[in-house]
């Protein structure tokens, strides 16, 4: 299975979201369950944390590939504490292109110099 058209796209708009802040556009790209796995992953004592990861500077996204009647991509946010990349598992949800799962794959620690 290729990368169905227009869901990269998608994956943008919501790493862009992250990046800026844009609560609402997240809001609008995660299903429930998949909200719920991402609010578990509070940081551990002084790590890198993908839900607290101030001043991001970029992003990469990389797509796995399908899984079932899902899509994998990996997305790797860059800030000022380090890199954290998620997998993050899209599926079509009455139309929409939706995060269904989410994990977190690394966290590297930046420069602390």
Partial sequence: MEEPAGLREVVERNAEAVMSGNF??????????????????APQGGQVSLTQMP???????????????????????TSTIGRATAAATWKQVVGQWKITAINVVSLEP????
């Fill in 55 to 77: 001043n991001i500077t970029g992003y990469e996204i990389t797509p796995v590939g399908p899984e079932e009647d899902s899509f994998v991509y990996h997305v790797t946010f």
């Fill in 24 to 41: 609402n556009q997240l809001m609008a790209d995660i299903t429930p369950e998949a909200l719920a796995q991402m609010m578990q992953m």
């Fill in 110 to 113: 930046g420069n602390t110099e």
